[in-house]
C-alpha cells in the first residue's frame, strides 16, 4: 500500500508479480578495502570487478533464499535480481523493472544520495542492495529519519569524470554508464543486432557475474559516509 504513491514502483512491482503484497529490501555491505583500491584505477579495477561480480552472486543467492523461506511459509515470492531483468529502449540506455534504490530507502536502509546511489548511514554507498516482491502481508517497518548527505559535501558531483551528478540525485544515466562500465556483449549487441528479442537477450545475458568491465567508481570511492 505505502508504494502506492509512487506509480513507477507499484507498476514495476505488479510487472514481476501481480498478487503481490509486500516487498523486502535488504543490503550487504561491500569491503572498503577493495574500493579504495580504485583510487588508482589501473591497479584497483580487477578487484572491483571480481567484487562485483561475486557480491552481485551473494546478493542473487540471499533473494532466492529468502523467496523460498516465504513460499515454504505458503505464500508466492519473487527475487528482484542486481542487474537482470533488464530492457534497453535504445543504446546503452538501460532499465531495470523496479529502483531497489528507491526501495532501500523507502524500507529505512538510508537515504538517495546526492550520487543518486542508496547511502547507509553506517556503510556509506559501500553497499549492494537485494529485494523480494511476494504476496506475504508483512507487517512495514517504519523508516526513521536516517539521515543525509554531509553539509556542504558535493564531492561526487565534483570527481565524477562523466559529468553525470547534478548535487539533487538524479543522475545522467546515459552519460555514467558510457564512462563507468563496458560489457563486450553489450558493445556487439549495438553493432550487430536490430532484433529487438535479440538486443533483450544479448542485454541480459551481458550484465551480469563478471561480464562488465568496470571503468569508474568515483561517487562510491570518495564519498566520506561511512568511512
Known amino acids: 500500500e505505502a508504494l502506492k504513491d509512487?506509480?513507477?514502483?507499484?507498476?514495476?512491482?505488479?510487472?514481476?508479480?501481480?498478487?503481490?503484497?509486500?516487498v523486502i529490501s535488504f543490503?550487504?555491505?561491500f569491503p572498503k578495502g577493495c574500493l579504495h583500491l580504485l583510487k588508482d584505477p589501473q591497479r584497483g579495477m580487477p578487484f572491483y570487478v571480481r567484487l562485483a561480480g561475486?557480491?552481485?552472486?551473494?546478493?542473487?543467492?540471499?533473494?532466492?533464499?529468502?523467496?523460498l523461506f516465504l513460499e515454504e511459509q505458503g505464500f508466492v515470492a519473487a527475487p528482484v535480481f542486481i542487474c537482470t531483468p533488464l530492457e534497453m529502449p535504445k543504446s546503452f540506455d538501460l532499465w531495470g523493472y523496479l529502483s531497489q534504490i528507491d526501495l532501500a530507502a523507502r524500507s529505512g536502509l538510508g537515504w538517495i544520495g546526492k550520487n543518486g546511489l542508496l547511502v547507509s548511514p553506517k556503510y556509506g554507498p559501500r553497499v549492494g542492495l537485494g529485494t523480494v516482491i511476494t504476496d506475504a502481508a508483512l507487517e512495514e517497518d517504519k523508516p526513521a529519519d536516517v539521515g543525509k548527505c554531509p553539509e556542504g559535501c558535493s564531492i561526487c558531483v565534483e570527481k565524477c569524470p562523466a559529468q553525470a551528478l547534478d548535487g539533487t540525485g538524479r543522475v545522467n544515466r546515459l552519460n555514467c554508464t558510457m564512462t563507468q562500465a563496458l560489457a563486450p556483449l553489450s558493445i556487439m549487441m549495438t553493432k550487430e543486432?536490430?532484433?529487438?528479442?535479440?538486443?533483450?537477450?544479448?542485454?541480459?545475458?551481458?550484465?551480469?557475474?563478471?561480464?562488465?568491465?568496470?571503468?569508474?567508481?568515483?561517487?562510491?570511492v570518495q564519498c566520506p559516509v561511512g568511512l
Open 6 to 22: 509512487s506509480e513507477e514502483l507499484y507498476r514495476g512491482m505488479m510487472k514481476i508479480l501481480p498478487q503481490a503484497r509486500s
Open 193 to 220: 543486432f536490430s532484433m529487438k528479442e535479440h538486443r533483450d537477450m544479448i542485454v541480459n545475458l551481458g550484465a551480469v557475474d563478471e561480464h562488465t568491465w568496470y571503468r569508474c567508481n568515483a561517487c562510491v
Open 54 to 67: 561475486i557480491g552481485g552472486r551473494r546478493l542473487d543467492e540471499a533473494s532466492i533464499d529468502i523467496s
Open 27 to 29: 543490503l550487504i555491505p
